[in-house]
């Protein structure tokens, strides 16, 4: 993947960068504002990752600068610690996605995985299936290996969000917001909990399992193969 | 002092400028007095001219005009030190009796210089006037006038009276306003003293009550009302600067000590990896600590607000159940909501401030019972506010600890074992004040009882 990388801080965006070309994804590196733009608006980026305060430019004024010029790129943002308003202000000038600072790295390459997807995936897609497990978003039903499966609204909304990104991990932060709109770090074991139940239904009569632990990062389903 | 310095100051100008309207006020009332007292002395005098020379008119005529010559000789003659003057002349001018001769002739009222037309009479001033009038008669013309020394004595008297009293009443008025002005300024200087020493970091600095609950009084209740909020504010900011630097310096020093432990110990990529594993865990709960803390101002700072939406206290509480019945019951514990009312909950708020709100404190009881503790959310609607109560058969919390929990950092003895930063119901708080709501925690026997009331918008 092309990612474009909007960072002034020169220690985060060496982090940053290195860690995404490991991953072997390509990363043009910018420090400036303006210059930033100009790079978004001519060259094809699968990803911008975007610091919310920059020099010359803020964060916000890009993301709507480039959305209003028409290019629809998936933007991740950078937001400051405890920017409790920053999440509400990016989202609504046209970002996709946020990541407080600091993070982990997992949790960078988690979410621009997701989003680089985005544009494929099939927003009108109606069922959604991986190895024997079959979701239909409809008539919510779930099915595997031809059993229906019963389940709790909330486990639904989890597996049709897990089902979505197959192939990808989710982080424990990625689920608590897209399943239960928590943008906040709970201290309880929230996902854990809810994800043993889910698997307990979906995986455990079944011997296969499905939904997978990634340690240190996060959960995703595939069917192994 | 200068005169500049005094000028400069509230009490003296107001003093200063009430005494100089009051002075003039005085000043014009004295002259009208004046003015009025003269003007009727002038006219008393001029009545008496008139009705001498009345009583003397009635002898005009043919038959009786040598008469008033006579009368007119004879009066003349009687008087030996006039404090009138007469004198009759006939057609032409020529005297005939009186007084005085050869007055001018005037159709007004002359006033005549006792020098001038008396020069042979030995007493009396020379400048003592006399007020005369010609009156035309049949066969000639007849003047009368009055001494008018008695004005003269009578405007002096009236001058002294009333210049004396304006003195008097100057007098007063600036010792009034001296006194008046050193009050006030008294009491104004009072307020600047305490309010430097506040300046210069004297929190405890308080300005004096006078008792006398006038303005000065509000405002300086006011004003120490204030400097207590300071004092609290700032209290509270070197408390939660100590607290911080002492609540971060504890997982820090774990960590370092983490840190070396494996730099020292481990002996394969493994170890170290487990090790530096556990510090990233370390360096994610300080780094949550400070998040919190930011959050925690900024939700006080109240930008929130402007993000307000109508909220179903009734679905958000449901959803709060439901995220937590199952961790309740992982946790061996049961959580139960009820809402005792039909109709929706509506209020104004942040929905996501209020899930966490609620999600603290049913997390707070989840972690701080043992197993097998029932935790229940009900919601209801009592005067004018919606009630939820977020209860637990618990350890509670003792009544002396109650209202410092919502500390920032402050932390319960017997929780410093449990992972936490001791900022959740600061969190909580700072939540509840930004929907201008109330949260009291309470004996719930046992157990804790949450209470957070919401004004029916």
């Given at each position: 993947m092309r990612i474009l990388l909007l960072e002034d801080d020169a220690n985060t965006a060496a982090y940053v960068a290195k860690g995404l070309e490991e991953e072997g994804h390509t990363v043009d590196h910018i420090a400036d504002g303006r210059q930033a733009v100009a790079a978004a608006m001519s060259e094809n980026y699968d990803v911008i990752i975007l610091d919310r305060m920059l020099p010359n430019l803020d964060g916000l004024a890009i993301i709507k600068t480039i959305r209003s010029a028409g290019q629809r790129v998936p933007v991740l943002f950078l937001t400051?610690?405890?920017?409790?308003?920053?999440?509400?202000?990016?989202?609504?000038?046209?970002?996709?996605?946020?990541?407080?600072?600091?993070?982990?790295?997992?949790?960078?390459?988690?979410?621009?995985?997701?989003?680089?997807?985005?544009?494929?995936?099939?927003?009108?897609?109606?069922?959604?299936?991986?190895?024997?497990?079959?979701?239909?978003?409809?008539?919510?039903?779930?099915?595997?290996?031809?059993?229906?499966?019963?389940?709790?609204?909330?486990?639904?909304?989890?597996?049709?969000?897990?089902?979505?990104?197959?192939?990808?991990?989710?982080?424990?932060?990625?689920?608590?917001?897209?399943?239960?709109?928590?943008?906040?770090?709970?201290?309880?074991?929230?996902?854990?909990?809810?994800?043993?139940?889910?698997?307990?239904?979906?995986?455990?009569?079944?011997?296969?399992?499905?939904?997978?632990?990634?340690?240190?990062?996060?959960?995703?389903?595939?069917?192994?193969? | 002092m200068t005169v500049r310095d005094l000028l400069k100051r509230t009490p003296f100008r107001l003093a200063a400028t009430f005494s100089l309207f009051f002075l003039t006020t005085v000043l014009a009332l004295f002259t009208v007095v004046y003015l009025g007292a003269s003007a009727r002395l002038v006219s008393d005098i001029r009545d008496r001219v008139e009705a001498t020379l009345d009583s003397l008119a009635v002898l005009d005529g043919d038959k009786t005009f040598d008469d008033l010559v006579t009368v007119v000789a004879g009066e003349s003659e009687s008087v030996r030190d006039p404090d009138f003057i007469i004198e009759l002349v006939d057609k032409n001018g020529n005297f005939l009796a009186g007084n005085v001769r050869g007055v001018r002739q005037s159709d007004h009222w002359m006033t005549l210089k006792r020098a001038d037309i008396l020069p042979t009479m030995d007493r009396g001033e020379p400048d003592d006037e006399f007020l005369a009038i010609w009156r035309p008669l049949s066969k000639g013309r007849l003047l009368v006038g009055s001494d008018n020394s008695e004005v003269k004595q009578m405007k002096l008297f009236l001058l002294k009276v009333l210049g004396y009293g304006l003195l008097a009443t100057s007098a007063a008025l600036v010792l009034c306003a001296i006194y008046l002005a050193r009050q006030t300024q008294h009491r104004i200087d009072a307020f600047a003293n305490p309010l430097a020493r506040a300046s210069q970091g004297h929190t405890t600095a308080r300005v004096p009550i006078s008792g006398l609950q006038d303005d000065i009084d509000q405002v300086a209740l006011q004003v120490n009302r204030m400097l207590g909020n300071l004092q609290r504010l700032i209290e509270n900011v070197n408390q939660s600067s100590s607290d911080i630097a002492h609540d971060l310096k504890k997982p820090v020093g774990r960590l370092r000590q983490r840190l070396d432990d494996a730099r020292r110990k481990a002996g394969n990529v493994e170890e170290f990896k487990g090790a530096i594993d556990a510090a990233l865990l370390d360096i994610d709960s300080i780094t949550e600590t400070f998040d919190a803390l930011l959050r925690i101002t900024q939700i006080e700072a109240g930008a929130r607000k402007a993000r307000f939406v109508t909220v179903d206290l009734k679905i958000l509480l449901a959803e709060v159940q439901d995220v937590y019945d199952i961790v309740a019951e992982d946790a061996g514990d049961q959580l139960s909501f009820t809402a005792a009312l039909s109709g929706p909950a509506h209020v104004r708020g942040d929905p996501e401030l209020l899930v966490q709100l609620f999600a603290n404190l049913v997390e707070n009881s989840i972690r701080h019972c043992p197993a097998g503790t029932e935790i229940s959310l009900a919601l209801s609607a009592k005067d004018d506010a919606y009630v939820i109560e977020v209860a637990d058969t618990g350890p509670g919390i003792p009544e002396p600890e109650r209202d410092n929990v919502f500390r920032r950092l402050y932390r319960l003895e017997r929780a410093r074992s449990t992972a936490g930063s001791g900022l959740g119901l600061s969190l909580v708080a700072a939540i509840v004040e930004l929907h201008g709501a109330k949260i009291t925690l309470q004996d719930n026997a046992p157990g804790l009882l949450a209470k957070v009331k919401f004004p029916l918008s």
């Open positions: 400051a610690l405890g920017g409790v308003d920053d999440r509400v202000e990016g989202l609504d000038a046209g970002g996709d996605d946020y990541l407080v600072k600091p993070f982990a790295f997992s949790e960078l390459l988690a979410r621009v995985n997701a989003l680089a997807r985005r544009p494929h995936a099939k927003a009108d897609e109606t069922r959604l299936k991986v190895g024997d497990l079959e979701i239909d978003l409809v008539s919510r039903r779930v099915t595997r290996g031809g059993d229906t499966i019963d389940l709790q609204p909330r486990e639904f909304r989890l597996l049709e969000v897990l089902m979505r990104n197959q192939g990808h991990i989710l982080t424990r932060t990625m689920l608590l917001e897209r399943v239960w709109s928590f943008h906040f770090d709970p201290k309880t074991s929230v996902v854990e909990t809810h994800i043993s139940r889910l698997r307990a239904k979906v995986d455990k009569p079944y011997g296969k399992e499905l939904i997978h632990t990634i340690r240190g990062s996060g959960y995703t389903v595939h069917d192994g193969s | -």
